[in-house]
C-alpha cells in the first residue's frame, strides 16, 4: 500500500468500527529528546494517526502551549534531520505517522526532504503556511514517494475554494473547527457542525476536526460529523504533565 | 552564492519591474514574494487584494488620500540641501525630510492610506505590530483620526527601549499589548499580531508597517510609500536641475527604501543603495542585515531573504535600532538585489550612532537611529563618488531615541 492511502484507511477502520479516529499530535522531542521515541510508539499504539510536530521558531498558527513546547524542543536541538533518524530507527509503527511542519524547515531541508521521509515510515505532510496555490513544487516531490500533503479548511473558506481543497487533500481533509490559533477549548456550536458535515459531503477521503478539542463532550459532539479529531496542545500538555498518554487517549475515546 | 545567476531572466524580470508588472498575478517578484500563510487568512487577504485593486487607483480614493497626505500627513515634505554636513563628506547632500511628516517618520503614509483601505473595506478593528514603535504611533494615529479601534503589538525589548512612543500610542487611544514570546522585537510582535488577525480574520485588518508579509502587503505599502520617491526626484530636479547620483535609504522590512527608490529604479544613471543594520559584527545574531547574511526562506507569509540558521530556524538578530531589528527583508527588496539593481551595504551599531550627532551639530536635526544608518551609506558612497549628488532618505527623527542616545552619545554624568 502506498503510505498515503495507510492514512486514509487507518481513520477509515476506526471511523466503521464508531469512530471517530484519534490524530494524535505531539512536538517532538518535547518535554523531554529522550522521550521521544517512547512517546511516538505510545500515540502509535494507542491512535490512528501520530502527527509529529517539527519546531519551529514562529509557529504563526499555534497558541501558547505549542509555541511553548516548541521553544524547548529548539533548546534541546531537535531538528528535522534528528527528527527522521529518530523515526527510521523506530521502524514501522501500528499507526501511520505524519510529520506537522511550517515551510521554511522543509525549504531548508532541501530536496532530498520527500525520499528521506519515506525512508523514516513518514506517511505524510502537514505544512500550516503552504497553501494549495503555493504548494505545487512540494506535492510533486511528495507524490513521487508517495506521501500524502494533507490541506486544511476553515470555517470561514469560500464554498467555491472548499471544494478546491477537499479535492486537493490528500490522506484527510483537516476541518479546522474555529477562527484562531491551536489550544484553545471550544465549544462546538450548530454551525461548526453543519461546516463539518458539508465539508464531509465534498471529500473523497476522511474528514478530522481539530484546533481545540480537548474533551469527551467535544468528540461525543463530533461523532458522525467527522471521521476523525485532532487533538494536540491537550495532549501535549498530558505530556508535559508526565501523564500517560495512552490512558488520556483512551479516555477520550469514551469507548 | 551569488543570486543574480540564479534568476532565468534578469533583463526581461528588470523590465517588468519597471514597466509595473511586478509582483504577477501570484503577487511575486520574480521568485520572490508569495502568500505563504494558514488557510484561515486566506479569504481576508483575497478580500484585500480585490479591495487594493478596487479602490488604490480609483480618483475618489487617491483624492481622500491625497487630502489627507496634504492636510494632515504634511506632505509634500521638503527636500532639504544640507550644506554643512555637504562640506564634510565631500558631496552634495539632500535630505529627503520624513522626519517632517506627521508622528515623526515615513510610517504614517502608510498607515494612513491602510486606515482609509481598511475603513473601505468595512473592517471593525485595527490591529499592527511595531518596532520601533513609529508605526504604532502611525497606526494609533491614523485610526484615531478614521475612528477606529487599534491594537497594537510591541515586542517587550522595544517597548523599552522605544519607551517614549508607547506613551505617545496611548495617548493616541490605541490598546499596546506586550509580546514576551519568541526574540520580543519586531518579529515576535508580528507573529502575535498575526494570531491576533487568524483569531477573527472577517473583523480585523492587518495593518502591516512594512514591505513586507503576503501577497498583495508588500505591493500596498510600496504603492503607498512610493510618494517619498516621487516628490524627491521631483523637488531635486527642480532644485537641481538634474537627477542625483545616488539614492540612499535605510532597510529594515523596506518600506521607506522602497518607498525612495520605487521612482528611481527607471532612472539608470542613478545609483541606489540600500543600508541594511551592520549591529555590532557579521557573525549570526550579531546584526539585522539579511541581503548581506541571509538566504532565501519563508516567513511572515513571504518568500525572501532571511537570516536563518542551517535548518531553517530565524536567527535572531541584532541593532541598536529596533526598527531594522528584523530578520527578513520585503520581496521585491530581494528581487532588486538579485537583479543588482539595488546595491545593499550595511552600518554599524556605532558608525550609525555617530552619523546621529555629526547630523545634529551640522544640520540641526537629529534623526531616527535607522535613518542615521542611511547616513552612514551616503558618508561611505561620497569618499568612493566625491562631489557627486546623493538624496538621503531620512526615514524618521530621533525624539524616540533619547534614552539610547542620551545613554550612548552623552559622555558626562546627569
Ligand atoms: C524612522 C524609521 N526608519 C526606518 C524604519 C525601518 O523600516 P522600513 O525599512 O520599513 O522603512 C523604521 C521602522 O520602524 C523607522 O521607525
Known amino acids: ?255 | 552564492m551569488n543570486a543574480v545567476a540564479t534568476l532565468s531572466h534578469p533583463d526581461r524580470l528588470l523590465a517588468d519591474l519597471i514597466a509595473g508588472r511586478l509582483p504577477d498575478a501570484r503577487g511575486r517578484f520574480g521568485p520572490f514574494g508569495g502568500r505563504y500563510v494558514p488557510e484561515m487568512l486566506i479569504p481576508a487577504l483575497e478580500r484585500l487584494e480585490s479591495g487594493v485593486r478596487e479602490h488604490l487607483k480609483a480618483p475618489e480614493f487617491q483624492a481622500e488620500l491625497a487630502a489627507q497626505l496634504r492636510s494632515w500627513v504634511g506632505r509634500p515634505t521638503a527636500l532639504t540641501f544640507a550644506p554643512r554636513l555637504s562640506e564634510r563628506l565631500g558631496a552634495r547632500i539632500w535630505l529627503k525630510r520624513e522626519d517632517l511628516a506627521h508622528t515623526g517618520a515615513h510610517k504614517i503614509n502608510n498607515a494612513i492610506g491602510q486606515g482609509l483601505l481598511a475603513r473601505r473595506l468595512g473592517a471593525k478593528r485595527i490591529v499592527a505590530e511595531t518596532g520601533a514603535g513609529q508605526h504604532g504611533v502611525a497606526s494609533a494615529a491614523a485610526c484615531a483620526r478614521l475612528g477606529l479601534p487599534c491594537t497594537v503589538y510591541m515586542g517587550a525589548v522595544d517597548m523599552e527601549r522605544q519607551a517614549p512612543n508607547v506613551g505617545r500610542m496611548r495617548l493616541l487611544g490605541a490598546q499596546v499589548v506586550p509580546v514576551t514570546s519568541g526574540d520580543r522585537t519586531l518579529r515576535a510582535a508580528i507573529d502575535e499580531a498575526l494570531r491576533d488577525w487568524v483569531a477573527d480574520p472577517l473583523n480585523t485588518y492587518y495593518l502591516i508597517g512594512s514591505a513586507i508579509g503576503p501577497h498583495p502587503y508588500p505591493y500596498l505599502v510600496r504603492e503607498l510609500q512610493a510618494v517619498i520617491g516621487r516628490e524627491a526626484r521631483e523637488q531635486i530636479v527642480a532644485a537641481t536641475g538634474s537627477l542625483p547620483d545616488a539614492v540612499i535609504a535605510c532597510v529594515g522590512g523596506g518600506s521607506n527604501s522602497i518607498g525612495a527608490f520605487h521612482a528611481f529604479v527607471p532612472d539608470a544613471s542613478v545609483e541606489i543603495i540600500g543600508v541594511e543594520a551592520g549591529g555590532r559584527g557579521t557573525g549570526l545574531g550579531e546584526n539585522a542585515a539579511t541581503v548581506a547574511h541571509g538566504r532565501p526562506g519563508v516567513l511572515h507569509g513571504t518568500y525572501s531573504m532571511l537570516l536563518q540558521d542551517a535548518d531553517g530556524q530565524i536567527q535572531e538578530t541584532h541593532s541598536v535600532s529596533a526598527g531594522l531589528d528584523y530578520p527578513s527583508v520585503g520581496p521585491e527588496h530581494s528581487l532588486l538585489h538579485a537583479l543588482g539593481r539595488v546595491h545593499y551595504t550595511t552600518a554599524g551599531d556605532d558608525e550609525a550612532l555617530e552619523a546621529v550627532r555629526t547630523l545634529g551639530e551640522t544640520e540641526g536635526i537629529l534623526p531616527a537611529i535607522e535613518s542615521a544608518h542611511a547616513l552612514v551609506g551616503a558618508a561611505r558612497w561620497a569618499r568612493e563618488h566625491p562631489g557627486r549628488t546623493i538624496v538621503v532618505c531620512l526615514s524618521g527623527r530621533g525624539d524616540k531615541d533619547m534614552q539610547t542616545l542620551l545613554a550612548k552619545l552623552i559622555k558626562e554624568p546627569a
Request: aromatic share 6%; glycine share 10%; proline share 7%.
Open chain 1, 1 to 255: 500500500m502506498i503510505p498515503r492511502d495507510r492514512i486514509s484507511q487507518s481513520i477509515r477502520a476506526a471511523a466503521a468500527g464508531g469512530g471517530p479516529a484519534l490524530v494524535a499530535y505531539l512536538t517532538a522531542g518535547y518535554p523531554r529528546r529522550e522521550k521521544f521515541r517512547d512517546h511516538v510508539r505510545a500515540l502509535a499504539e494507542s491512535a490512528e494517526v501520530v502527527e509529529v510536530g517539527v519546531p519551529f521558531t514562529d509557529p504563526m498558527a499555534d497558541g501558547v502551549t505549542i509555541q511553548r513546547a516548541s521553544v524547548a524542543a529548539l533548546a534541546q536541538g531537535v531538528s528535522l534531520h534528528w527528527i527522521l533518524e529518530e523515526l527510521a530507527a523506530l521502524g514501522p509503527l501500528p499507526a501511520p505517522v505524519l510529520l506537522m511542519s511550517y515551510l521554511n524547515p522543509l525549504l531548508a531541508f532541501g530536496p532530498q526532504l520527500a525520499a528521506r521521509a519515506a525512508q523514516s515510515n513518514v506517511a505524510g505532510f502537514i505544512v500550516p503556511d503552504l497553501p494549495l496555490d503555493e504548494s505545487g513544487d512540494l506535492r510533486a516531490a511528495l507524490t513521487r514517494e508517495g506521501l500524502a500533503l494533507v490541506q486544511m479548511v476553515t470555517p470561514v473558506t469560500r464554498a467555491e475554494r472548499l471544494k478546491q481543497l477537499c479535492a486537493g487533500s490528500e490522506g484527510f481533509v483537516y476541518a479546522v473547527t474555529m477562527t484562531g490559533t491551536t489550544g484553545k477549548n471550544v465549544a462546538v456550536p450548530d454551525d461548526v457542525v453543519h461546516y463539518l458535515d458539508a465539508v464531509r459531503e465534498l471529500a473523497p477521503v476522511p474528514v478530522c476536526a481539530g484546533f481545540g478539542i480537548r474533551s469527551r463532550e467535544q468528540v461525543e459532539r463530533l461523532r458522525g460529523h467527522v471521521d476523525g479529531v485532532v487533538v494536540g496542545s491537550a495532549l501535549v500538555e498530558v505530556l508535559e504533565r508526565g501523564e500517560d498518554p495512552r490512558a488520556w487517549l483512551k479516555a477520550l475515546r469514551g469507548r
